[in-house]
Every structure is written in C-alpha cells, then in structure tokens.
C-alpha cells in the first residue's frame, strides 16, 4: 500500500494517507465501518462514503454518541474507526471514551483528525493540545501520534490488526516524508531513532519530528551530536529507548501539545524514576494566542531553532 | 438468613413472577449483606428484568458473546442488585457468587464491567450512557440484516442526560426497529421527584416526537411488559419505547416510592420485615 500523492511540493496532508489506508483495509475487510459527526469532509472520507455508503455511520454532530455508537459497533462485530476533529471526540466525548471504549475495553478505533494547532486561527476551543493528556490517563488505550504520511498508513493498519481500543491522532499540517531505511516497520509501542547521536537525545513525535531532524543537522555543524527519537506511540512508551536516551545526558522533548501530560510528561514519569537527566519539555504553555499554526509553532520555538537552542540549554545543565 | 429461592410455576407468567420475587428477595438480601446499593432502582427494575430474560430474550449463558444473541444493555448500572441476580438466575454465573457484592476485589462491583462478568454488554455507571452503545449495536445489527434485538433499560431521571437525546435522535432517523429502550419510570431520582428536579413530562410525546413508537404500560405488570416487549418488531420500522411505569422500592411497604431508598441500605429489623412481606 502506498501513500498518498504530496499536497504541494513533497510536503502531505496525512489525513490523505489515512483515508486512502481505510479504503484498503475496508476492501479486504468487510467488518471495517466509519463512524462521524458531519465529519465525512474534515476526515477526509468522502471517497470512504462513495465506495462503501453502507458502513459509514454520520450521527450528525453530536460527539458522545459518536463514540458511544463505535462502542456498540464493536460490540455488534464490527471494527470501527470513529473518526472526528480531535478537540471534539476528545474533550466533548471524554466519559464515552473513558467509560465506553477504554474501561469497557471494546475494539474501537478513534480517530483525532487535524490535532494540535492546525485549527490555529480559530483558537483555543478548536486546538488540541490537551488530548494526550487526557487519553493518557487511560491505561488501555493505545495511543499513536504519526509524524509523516507513510507512518500514519502503518499506524492505522496497526490500529485495524490490533484487538482493543486505539486512537491515532492525525494532523492536517503539511509534513514531508521522512529518511528511514526501506525496510523499516511500526510496531506500536516501538520507537524509531532517525538520526543517531550521543551528546542529547531529541524525542518528538507528529508534526515536531522532522523539525526535530532539522535542528539535529543545524546542532551537528557545531559538533553537537544530537539522537532523534521519533516516539510514535505515546502509550505504551518504549522505556527501553527512553533508557538508551537518558545515556545520552540530556533530553529535550517537543510536541504539538501542550506541555503539561503530553509526551514530554510521559516521558519525564520514565526518566525521573529510573536515571534523571536533565530534560527540556517544548510544546505549548497553555491556551495560545490567535495565529496560523506555522505562526504558533515559531512563535512558542517549536522549530528547528527553538530546538537548537534548548538542546544547548539542557547540554549545558549536564552535571 | 431465609432463603431467597422460591419455587418456580409452570406458565411463563407465572414464572416470571417466581423469578421476579427471587431477584427482590436475593438483591435485597445482597445489599443488607454488603451495606451497600440500590435497593429502590432494583426494586422498580426487577420486574421488567425478570420479563426480558425469561420471557423475552434469546441468549445462550455458556455462549456469552454469541454473536446471534440478543443484547440488553443496563443503562441503570447503579442497580447492580437486581442486575447481578437476574444474571445468575440467568446462569451466566453461579449464584454463589452473589455473596461477595461489593466485597474486595469481587468481580461484583457496583457497576457492571462487562470484562469481569459474562452478560454485560458495556460498562456503565455513569448515566446517559447505555442508550448511546445500544443504538451503535443497533446498528450494527441493522448494517447486517441480523435477527438479534438490542434492549436498554434507562432511568427516568437518567433521561435529564443530554446523550440520550443525541442518541434518540439517531435511532429515530435510522428506523430502528430492532432497538427497544424501556424506561424506568419510577418518577424518583436520587434526591427527589423528576417533575419536581428537570421535569419529563409528556415524556410519551417526547419520543414520539424524535420518531419512536410509544408504549406506556405498568412496569411491575409481567404479561403487559411480556406482550410488548415480546411482539415482532418487523415491520415497525420505528425503534420501540416502553414506558415502565412503576415505583421506586417495590413490594416493601417502607420503601414503596420513597426517596429514602434510593441507596437507602436496610437495618436487621428493616431486613426481616422486608423478607417476610416479599413472599
């Protein structure tokens, strides 16, 4: 299965990998559906409703059934991948999510389309950059934040094979294709290391991971030797690659997310009770301003120089 | 401690009505022992349980998730009492294990978990959230021209949650009429009257106008909630709403309709007085 053709110049909208990825794993299995809420356009799953109009369930807007009804789906054989903008089937359907899919421990796919700040100007109420640390909290609940249009296809294979309750967060901001080896695979709960290196250890997942490779080549021509971690899964962590991490002396980390409970916030749950290193947690200080999303990633240094400069930072706080 | 077994009847009525009196009597005794619950919910509950699972359902205790069954979803998960009983009478369970409602780290817990007990169709607890799953088994149903029907017993107060609404909008569009919701209608909620606290009345009307066909009938009356609930829902092409009417602490005169008992728990001589009036 391949990706996606690029949006613009080899840059992609991963919601584009998802949907063609769903319409091949509904051709091969007919138990696949889709659940929305008035969410057939933003989830890019027109194409899903042309080939197969029977098994795309529209509740209308109204978030708590949505994910109630992937519940029920499940329990009546199906495999659903309910699909909705990410603030919404988050935040507006939290219980469901807690009580119906992770406590209940049903076979549902959630789908958190155009995660972080991809809705930048409409603020606050449309960004989402809390829902890692909500879903966090659910033990069960695996979840996987892709950073480029070809993880994203394995994540959601990964999703469809695996039996129990996972949630794929996917942007909308236009990403390249990472350099990874042509045999490379996703696992969930594997993490991949792009870029080797021993000074630090950079771990970023979704839309920060190539700005993450970009600030590790910027720190490379000064002769900092800089590790890119790409933590695709953020529940369960790879605690063996965190280890490996805390070698190095030094982690930053960056997400699209808030600071508080995301990645970062995992990951300093692992470091603290096995090697304490000093770390940096970049990612957003709490409801931002209005902007583009490009424009908040710069603005809160969620860039390849915002990157550069706390891993000289925590480098420099190494014992 | 008396039994709470008592012998059952020939006719389906008839047995139903053993059942019913074994489930009050096994659930309260239940909720003595564990100090804790629901008894008023049971009680008003008890009679439309007994009737769906040995009157109306189709289920297989040793085959649990069937994939053929008929599913009932217990909205009102509070009322684990008279939920628990019906299923080991039911035989998804022994009924020894009964005893250890509540108790530390029994799969008994206050609210069902479907990962723990075999006949629990979703974890519930939290209101307003068994009508939702339903309608999501409902369809599933509906996308394969299965033959299973999807029950859900709601509270009355419950019906103040909001995503029972979104839910009945949903199955009213779909013509769902392999979906049959029954409601509690004890017209009790925690602390008071539900026309005194966010009232639901004409709550008929109401359903009627999201698209279901209503049926009000007594809650605590066996052959009406066997007539409705058992006919063929083909050609309705409309999900069925059963209206219970019935009364919080049924079959006690103490608790007959009162607040109290909402999670009242009852005293040795409360017990006894119950265990000789449920007879």
């Known amino acids: ?319 | 401690m008396p039994s709470p077994a008592t012998p059952l009847t020939t006719d389906l009525v008839g047995e139903i009505a053993a059942q019913a009196l074994w489930i009050r009597r096994r659930s309260f005794q239940m909720v003595y022992e564990a100090q804790q619950g629901h008894p008023g919910g049971d009680f008003s509950a008890t009679d439309v349980l007994a009737t769906l699972y040995f009157g109306v359902m189709r289920y297989d205790p040793k085959n649990p998730r069937d994939p053929k069954r008929d599913r009932f979803v217990m909205s009102k998960g509070h009322c684990t009492g008279a939920f628990y009983s019906v299923l080991a009478r039911a035989g998804y369970f022994p009924e020894a294990d009964l005893s250890s409602y509540m108790e530390p780290l029994s799969k008994l817990n206050g609210h069902p978990n479907r990962n723990y007990l075999p006949g629990v169709e979703t974890n519930t607890g939290p209101l307003g959230h068994g009508l939702p799953v339903a309608l999501g088994i409902a369809i599933a149903g509906q996308i394969d021209n299965a033959e299973f029907r999807t029950f859900v017993l709601t509270g009355d107060g419950e019906l103040q949650e909001g995503s029972n609404w979104e839910a009945a909008l949903n199955a009213g569009h779909r013509k769902l009429e392999n979906l049959t919701l029954i409601i509690d209608r004890n017209r009790l909620q925690q602390g008071a009257r539900t026309e005194e606290t966010a009232s639901l009345d004409p709550l008929d009307e109401k359903w009627r106008a999201f698209g279901w066909h209503v049926e009000n009938v007594d809650g605590h009356d066996h052959a009406q909630l066997l007539e409705v609930l058992s006919k063929s829902p083909k050609g309705r092409e409309k999900p069925l709403c059963v209206i219970a009417n019935t009364f919080k602490g049924k079959g006690v005169s103490f608790m007959h309709d009162n607040v109290a008992w909402h999670h009242g728990v009852p005293t040795k001589e409360q017990y006894e007085q119950a265990m000789r009036e449920l007879v």
Not at chain 1, 207 to 213: D, E, L, P, Y
Request: charged content about 20%; overall charge negative; hydrophobic content about 45%.
């Open chain 1, 1 to 319: 299965m391949s990706v996606a053709a690029p949006s613009k110049a080899g840059l992609y909208d991963c919601r584009d990998s998802f949907a063609k990825t769903i319409e091949a794993l509904a051709e091969a299995d007919p138990r696949i559906v889709t659940v929305v809420s008035d969410s057939v356009g933003s989830s890019k799953l027109g194409g899903f409703k042309t080939k197969f109009p029977e098994r795309m369930v529209n509740v209308g807007i109204a978030e708590q059934t949505l994910v109630a009804v992937g519940a029920g789906l499940a329990n009546g054989g199906k495999v659903p991948f309910v699909s909705a903008a990410s603030c919404f089937i988050t935040g507006r359907a939290l219980e469901q999510v807690k009580a119906d899919i992770a406590y209940s421990n049903v076979n549902v796919k959630l789908i958190g389309q155009s995660s972080g700040v991809a809705y930048g100007e409409l603020g606050p109420t449309h960004h989402s950059i809390e829902d890692l640390a909500w879903l966090r909290l659910f033990n069960n609940l695996k979840l996987i934040v892709p950073a480029d249009p070809w993880q994203t296809a394995e994540a959601i294979k990964a999703a469809a094979a695996y039996d129990g309750p996972v949630f794929v967060r996917v942007s909308r901001m236009a990403v390249p294709a990472l350099d990874r080896p042509a045999n490379a695979t996703f696992e969930i709960g594997k993490a991949e290391t792009l870029v080797d290196g021993s000074d630090a250890t950079i771990i970023a997942n979704g839309t920060m991971v190539h700005r993450a490779v970009a600030a590790a080549k910027t720190l490379a021509a000064e002769g900092i030797s800089a590790r890119v971690v790409n933590m695709a899964t953020v529940n369960p962590l790879d605690d063996a690659v965190i280890a490996a991490a805390a070698e190095t002396g030094a982690i930053v980390t960056v997400e699209e997310h808030s600071v508080r409970g995301g990645l970062g916030g995992a990951i300093a749950e692992v470091v603290i009770s096995t090697n304490p290193v000093p770390m940096r947690i970049l990612g957003f200080p709490g409801f931002v301003p209005t902007g583009s999303a490009d424009f908040l990633f710069d603005h809160f240094g969620l860039n390849e120089t915002g990157i550069a400069d706390a891993v000289r930072q925590t480098i420099a706080r190494k014992k």
